[in-house]
């Protein structure tokens, strides 16, 4: 069975950084794109990028590039979301999901993994 | 706002057909394929559509997926109870990368 699963909740102080993790197991984990989406408390969905595990090529949505960086370690089948300097709006739920399909322009996203939440005090 | 449009809310009673719309541009959904994704409350987005029309396994046929030129629609007939959710369509974008509708909240009334 394909499985995602996330690294617990996370509270932190703004300024602080900050690692989550989400581990694959059940597949080849370097042959699929991950992806990280980011929720809002009450909002919508938001496509933050994706990276290849055997290369470590990453895509970004431009309103993420510079914000966060993505990375995975496919030795130990684990994607990564990072923060260097947290702010209060990055209060969210992070959900990670395998990347499905030939090519990247006809991709889907599926498993997700259970979500992350991360909480930033001011 | 979003780069893809999708009415916020709609609402049917049990047993009816509801569709959803999700109106994009000739960089997103003109060219490329269209999915779906499913909310429950308190849950983890599940897919639901995939490459327009196509339905993952274990997903009732009750769900279906259509495009047309720059926009797509889900359509859930014998509508239930338990198909209250979050409904968001999804794309990639030639210039933005992957990209999210605004989501509709589905009301089974």
């Known amino acids: 069975e394909v499985q995602l699963v996330q690294s617990g909740a996370e509270v932190k102080k703004a300024g602080e950084s900050l690692k989550i993790s989400c581990r694959g197991s059940?597949?080849?984990?370097?042959?699929?794109?991950i992806g990280w989406v980011r929720q809002m408390p009450g909002k919508g969905l938001e496509w933050m990028g994706i990276?290849?595990?055997?290369?470590?090529?990453?895509r970004y949505s431009p309103s993420f590039q510079g914000q966060v960086t993505i990375s995975a370690d496919k030795s130990i089948s684990t994607a990564y979301l990072q923060w260097s300097s947290l702010e209060a709006s990055d209060t969210a739920m992070y959900y990670c999901?395998?990347?499905?399909?030939?090519?990247?322009?006809?991709?889907?996203?599926?498993?997700w993994g259970q979500g992350t939440l991360v909480t930033v005090s001011s | 706002q979003s780069v893809l449009n999708q009415p916020p809310s709609a609402s049917g009673t049990p047993g009816q057909t509801v569709t959803i719309s999700c109106s994009g541009s000739?960089?997103?959904?003109?060219?490329?394929?269209v999915n779906w994704y499913q909310q429950l409350p308190g849950t983890a987005p599940k897919l639901l559509i995939y490459?327009?029309?196509q339905r993952p396994s274990g997903v009732p046929d009750r769900f279906s997926g259509s495009k047309s030129g720059t926009s797509a629609s889900l359509a859930i007939s014998g509508l239930q109870s338990e198909d209250e959710a979050d409904y968001y369509c999804?794309?990639?974008?030639?210039?933005?990368?992957?990209?999210f509708g605004g989501g509709t909240k589905l009301t089974v009334l």
């Open positions: 999804a794309t990639w974008d030639d210039s933005l990368n992957g990209v």
């Open positions: 999901a395998r990347v499905r399909g030939h090519q990247l322009a006809q991709n889907w996203f599926d498993p």
């Open positions: 059940g597949y080849d984990f370097p042959g699929y794109w």
């Open positions: 490459s327009d029309n």
């Open positions: 990276v290849f595990p055997r290369n470590s090529d990453t």
């Open positions: 000739s960089s997103n959904i003109g060219i490329n394929t």
